[in-house]
């Protein structure tokens, strides 16, 4: 049962499907939510509603006809990774630049979100390391990475293979890396600022607009049935991030090998007042590169 006042979001644990409830529990306390019997979900018609549904949990934005999900089979997104254009992709070409080089590029995707550019640069070859803040957004990463690691899809298989999820703050991971330094750093911070990047030229579909409203629910509250010493890193966390990128794009740029890539609407500021060295600018959004070495 859920006490007090209205869950941000929940769990269903569904009887019908014979899910394992300990395993739901788990994964709900991982996430820092409740988990609630299907027979109370009208009972909360405003909260976030995760659904396991076709194989897969789904999140439901306040009604059924809002869902959200991280599935990188979908025709539509399928059909830009398994194209002759994936060369020409944006994103592609502002992290692989014009060199041509034997091993392929470590990226480290600190802004991962729902995974989409770092998918299509490990599938043009890409070692690739995705880096999500929201345990949700990460669980749902990790899932859809593995489900395609899973597939009969040659191309979603060995793209998968090349994909690393991290739950993590970005910019502590990244102020505090052990590792082999990446060659690339690559940021896509506008969700955080979705209503003044709309203002700046950037153009969003029905399903970004769908993703930017789930963002922007799950970074606007606290989740309270974290613990309070969890809670008090996840707002540390969040005043971080949320300094216009100075504590992001610095951190990146003290790591990155090779450059640092921004993603940003084609009208945006430079993240946290840094000027790129050269920016490669579509109709819908531009990525400012930073070269470090």
């Known amino acids: 049962m859920i006490n007090g006042a209205d869950p941000l979001a929940y769990f269903v644990f569904d009887k019908e499907h014979n899910h394992n409830l300990l395993a ?14 299907s027979d109370l979900v009208a009972s909360y018609p405003n909260a976030i509603k995760i659904i396991f549904d076709n194989g897969q949990w789904r999140v439901h934005l306040d009604n059924s006809s809002a869902v959200v999900s991280v599935d990188f089979s979908d025709p539509r997104f399928y059909a830009r990774v398994n194209s002759s254009a994936l060369q020409g992709e944006y994103v592609v070409r502002a992290v692989l630049g014009r060199k041509k080089t034997t091993q392929p590029l ?37 899932q859809a990475v593995q489900r395609a690691r ?7 298989l060995s793209t998968a293979q090349r994909m690393k999820v991290e739950s993590a703050n970005s910019v502590i991971l990244m102020q505090q890396w052990s590792a082999s330094r990446p060659d690339v750093v690559y940021l896509d911070p506008m969700y955080a600022q979705a209503e003044n990047e709309t203002k700046r030229g950037l153009k969003k ?24 010493a969890q809670l008090e890193h996840d707002q540390n966390c969040h005043d971080v991030l949320n300094s216009e990128g100075e504590g992001m794009i610095e951190a990146a740029l003290a ?16 993240l ?14 531009r990525f400012d590169i930073y070269p470090v070495s």
């Not at 899973?150 to 979603?156: F, V």
């Not at 946290?272 to 959004?285: I, R, V, W």
């Open 205 to 228: 579909s029905a399903a970004v607009k769908k993703n930017m409203a789930f963002l922007q629910r799950l970074t606007s509250h606290k989740v309270m049935t974290l613990p309070a």
């Open 272 to 285: 946290g007042g840094f000027k790129p060295a050269s920016s490669l600018t579509g109709k819908a959004t």
């Open 150 to 156: 899973n597939s009969t899809s040659d191309l979603l």
């Open 106 to 142: 470590t990226v480290l995707d600190a802004t991962a979100g729902f995974g989409h550019d770092a998918f299509l640069l490990a599938a043009a070859g890409c070692q690739v390391t995705l880096v999500e803040q929201m345990p949700l957004l990460a669980y749902l990463l990790e």
């Open 24 to 37: 739901v529990k788990e994964l709900a306390q991982r996430c820092g939510y409740t988990v609630i019997s």
């Open 255 to 270: 790591l990155a090998k090779s450059k640092v890539v921004v993603k940003r609407a084609p009208g945006a500021e430079w």
